[in-house]
């Protein structure tokens, strides 16, 4: 079978569950081969075999460490020439997007972003993808070189396999000049707050302009439910809530099983970043509000009544 790439995203070996999803979207078009990019291999090494890897590609260099994103683009595609990978699978984020972009003009391929399923017709990988805020869903393919797809979160559960790294191979990368142009000069990591990763979690409590500034609501029916906290442009515009927390077109793209609205009309902005959720729950005290159009489950009425009243039972039958 012919190897499928996946450039693994981790934070010193410990695999994200977006590589996870990749590994078991990859098996549906060959063999998975994992590249793992960095240091912190060892812990890793046990996560990537069960669900999947077959083979796993290794580069440890400082280039990778002390700059941008270019040294990691030139380390894959050296990888994806000398594999003959059939094609190379790439988280959704904005690091994911820049190395698949970067890839694809190395390798002469087309590039695919934001595909939520890929399947094989004809020895051809096809992927589906939702377009237009979720207006519309389309197939495509690249019909050039090697197929480097980039992948949203959430779009697929994480299947284990059960086994283990069949074979492990050290490659030695040589950068060009142009990969240590941008250098990191400084690092400094996001307080952390003990909830989860906002574009991989399964369930996200977003607030809006109807929160009027006070996130408190939002926040403790997140935590009750063990769910990540978005916001709205408007919410962040407002200096209400952090950007890194929003959801839209100028934001953060999410999927989860799970997504409850709160105090957001439903703009077309926002939708563009959330449409693909499994299950959309809606609170908002305007009827009229246009995201209730696209809600499975709608609740007309005030944040600040509704939700401390969802925590406190949600909290009532876990306790």
């Not at 403790?220 to 769910?227: E, K």
């Amino acid at each position: 079978m012919a190897e499928i790439l996946v450039l693994v995203d981790h934070v010193d070996g410990a695999v994200r569950k977006t590589t996870l999803e990749l590994l078991t979207l990859a098996r549906r078009a060959g063999e998975p081969a994992a590249v793992f990019l960095g240091t912190g291999f060892d812990a890793a090494r046990d996560t990537l075999g069960e669900y999947g890897a077959a083979k796993v590609y290794v580069v440890e260099a400082p280039e990778l460490e002390q700059y941008l994103v270019v040294p990691k683009a030139e380390a894959l595609a050296q990888i994806a020439q000398s594999s003959g990978a059939a094609g190379v699978l790439l988280t959704s984020s904005p690091e994911g997007k820049e190395i698949a972009a970067r890839l694809a003009v190395k390798l002469g391929s087309g590039v695919i972003t934001d595909a939520i399923d890929i399947t094989v017709v004809a020895s051809e990988i096809v992927t589906t993808q939702s377009v237009f805020a979720g207006g519309y869903t389309v197939t495509a393919q690249v019909t050039r070189g090697t197929p480097v797809i980039t992948v949203k979160p959430n779009a697929v559960t994480p299947e284990a396999t059960g086994g283990s790294v069949g074979a492990e191979e050290k490659v030695a990368v040589a950068f060009s000049d142009a990969a240590t142009k941008a250098r990191i000069v400084d690092r400094k990591p996001r307080a952390a707050t003990g909830r989860p990763e906002l574009t991989e979690a399964s369930i996200v409590v977003s607030g809006g302009r109807g929160t009027g500034g006070d996130f408190a609501p939002v926040e403790a029916l997140a935590d009750a439910l063990g769910a990540a906290v978005g916001a709205s442009r408007a919410a962040v515009d407002s200096g209400w809530y952090p950007h890194a927390y929003q959801v839209g077109q100028t934001g953060k793209t999410v999927s989860p099983q799970l997504y409850l609205a709160c105090g957001i009309s439903g703009a077309i902005q926002h939708r563009a970043g959330m449409q693909t959720s499994k299950t959309i729950v809606v609170v908002n005290k305007d009827p009229e509000a246009p995201i209730f159009a696209m809600a499975d489950f709608g609740v007309v009425g005030d944040l600040h009544t509704v939700l401390p009243q969802a925590t406190a039972e949600i909290q009532k039958r876990k306790g």
